[in-house]
């Protein structure tokens, strides 16, 4: 099977973001870019994650945009996953979920700001709200875009959703994640009192520490 090593990493993260409840049903995607190429795998339209298998997976070309390998349907939104291959050449990894508690915040349109240091580590800064544009089109694509620009790593989707994106398909995972967790501390500290936004220097170091010098470095 070409390509095996990218779709089983891409199973693999779909059906622990289905296990974790960031999806329900067959809603959400995952896509993972193959080294030195242009070529990205997506997961399949409409399939059950926990009988996705790594043949499902579809592989495109992401300048082209067409399918050079894989017998199903693509995601319908692909072309999101396509324009931030293309447009992003620091992104290796794309989740986009329905988590509940992040969701509700893309149906208010309220960015979620930071207010824990697990989430400044992931983000650096407040998530960004990307305005409404109907899921599967280009001006979705273009809209994630927008919001997320040269650098950022997540934008809510105003009345649908999340999307993060990472150097690496774990760490986009990782942070799709984190803002679920993020957003669930939001409500329940709302609840209580009025949340403290971690102060935007912390923030900063927060991020450029998890990304430079945390962990067992050179090992992902």
């Known amino acids: 099977m070409l390509y ?10 779909a059906r622990t973001m289905s296990l974790e409840g960031l999806v329900r049903g067959t809603s959400g995607n995952v896509s993972c870019r193959i080294p030195n190429s242009s070529l990205f795998g997506v997961t399949a339209s409409g399939m ?12 495109i070309d992401a300048v082209s945009g067409r399918v050079v390998n894989g017998h199903r349907k693509p995601s319908s939104e692909t072309p999101l996953h396509r324009h931030i291959m293309l447009s992003r050449p620091d992104v290796n ?9 992040a969701s509700a915040f893309a149906c208010l ?19 960004p709200v ?27 989707f105003q009345n649908h959703g999340v999307m993060a994106v990472g150097r690496h398909l774990r760490e986009a995972y990782n942070i799709a994640m984190g803002i679920e967790e993020a957003a669930q501390i939001f409500h329940l500290a709302k609840q209580m009192g009025e949340p403290i936004i971690l102060p935007e220097e912390e923030r900063n170091f927060m991020f ?13």
């Open 4 to 13: 095996e090593d990218v779709r089983k990493q891409i199973v693999e993260v």
């Open 48 to 59: 059950d994650y926990h009988t996705l298998r790594p043949e499902d997976i579809v592989i």
């Open 93 to 101: 990894g794309v989740v986009h979920t329905h988590s509940i508690y």
């Open 109 to 127: 349109a309220m960015p979620l700001p930071v207010i824990s240091t697990e989430l400044a580590a992931l983000v650096g800064g407040t998530i």
């Open 130 to 156: 990307a305005p409404y544009v109907r899921s599967g089109t280009e001006g979705f694509a273009q809209a994630a875009l927008d919001a997320i620009g040269t650098d950022g790593v997540a934008c809510l």
């Open 208 to 220: 450029r520490y998890f990304r430079t010098a945390y962990g067992q470095r050179g090992k992902e």
